[in-house]
């Protein structure tokens, strides 16, 4: 597949998926919890924010390398986890694998991917996260965290903010159904839960909420794996105290791109009071909303180590497949060198709050 010649940004792929995305795909994949008002908070967060140039600066030997939980990254930026690749891309996951691999981007693999995790492993050179959503069952659980780790992932992303699945009101007028030759296979087997409920109870609380997992569950994981262990969907200093206590390595401040809790606060507008919370503790990643390198360097001066980018890799997946995603993934480290460039900074440490224009 061909990158076409006038896309220039991460917008751009998006303009073409929506002019050539049938509308109930399009409503699943760039669709918003209830009124889409944090997923439009996430994108106006990096807006509202102004950055300082600084000029005459010394530059030499600039470089965009960090490290984060023992893994070496070439620039401050991941693949967040995106559940059925092959709804866009006959390849699915593997050709988002492909993609990162040649652009040097590591990549996050969901636990809801439509291709096993062990293809994509042996299609990747690029480090791999493995995202977990904690099963019904620990044996599940354990199963998955096994192959992970068997098949040369590097960490663990738990998300733990979506117990339930949003409103998603944008995604049900337009009748969105998973196609039946897209499924989660990493799933097969593994049991499920009876949504119907006892009669007379919610079927929300009586289904997923009765089985949802916990503080102590996070702690057993803990001891069950040596990976490092990033627990995604904090928002609140509080929780990111007690995640703390539990023993975690990583932090990832996301409100699962707008697609659960409607006005929940914008990632980049939380992070500072995680920031405080952790104290360098552990590093502290954020997603929700980057679409630019001014939005990596905003989201780096604020406090995170490094961000993730969730739908703009199914955008470029789906018009230019593994080409697409190497091409979107180095538009936006262009754009983040460019940045540091004219913001004076020749590392990602180098960027801290006082880039932050304050008037």
């Known amino acids: 597949m061909i990158v076409p010649a006038d896309i220039a940004s991460a917008a751009d792929y998006e303009r073409y998926f929506r002019d050539r995305a049938d509308p109930a795909l399009s409503a699943y994949i760039d669709g918003a919890g209830a009124d889409g008002i944090t997923a439009r908070w996430n994108r106006e967060a990096f807006s509202r924010l102004a950055l300082h140039g600084r000029v005459l600066a010394d530059m030499r030997g600039a470089h965009t390398r960090t490290r984060l939980c023992g893994i070496d990254l070439e620039c401050p930026l991941l693949l967040a986890p995106v559940a059925h690749h092959r709804l866009v891309h006959e390849e699915g996951e593997v050709a988002t694998a492909l993609g990162a691999s040649a652009a040097g981007v590591a990549m996050t693999v969901s636990t809801q991917a439509?291709?096993?995790?062990e293809d994509i492993a042996a299609a990747a050179t690029t480090p791999l996260l493995f995202q977990l959503y904690l099963q019904p069952d620990r044996a599940d659980t354990l199963r998955l965290v096994r192959r992970a780790e068997a098949a040369g992932y590097r960490a663990l992303v738990v998300t733990v903010d979506a117990p339930v699945t949003g409103l998603r009101n944008s995604e049900q007028r337009a009748g969105f159904r998973l196609p039946a030759a897209v499924r989660a296979v990493n799933l097969d087997g593994m049991a499920t839960l009876d949504m119907a409920g006892a009669p007379g109870?919610?079927?929300v609380?009586?289904?997923l909420l009765d089985h949802a997992p916990g503080w102590g569950d996070i702690e057993w994981l803990r001891r069950e794996t040596p990976l490092p262990i990033l627990l995604k969907g904090i928002l609140h200093p509080d929780d990111a105290r007690r995640a703390l206590a539990c023993g975690?390595?990583?932090?990832v401040v996301s409100n699962h791109g707008g697609r659960t809790l409607d006005?929940?606060?914008?990632t980049l507008d939380a992070l500072p009071a995680i920031a405080t919370a952790v104290q360098g503790r552990v590093p502290l990643l954020l997603d929700g909303g980057i679409r630019r390198g001014t939005d990596i360097v905003k989201a780096l001066a604020l406090g995170a180590s490094a961000v993730l980018i969730g739908r703009p890799q199914l955008h470029a997946l789906a018009i230019a497949g593994a080409s697409g995603v190497a091409h979107l993934l180095t538009i936006l480290?262009?754009?983040?060198?460019?940045a540091m460039a004219l913001a004076g900074c020749s590392r990602p440490d180098a960027i801290d709050k006082n880039l932050v224009w304050r008037p």
């Open 201 to 203: 109870r919610s079927p």
């Open 114 to 117: 439509s291709r096993t995790l």
């Open 333 to 338: 480290r262009t754009e983040l060198e460019v």
């Open 263 to 266: 006005t929940l606060p914008a």
């Open 248 to 251: 975690i390595d990583c932090l």
């Open 205 to 207: 609380f009586s289904g």
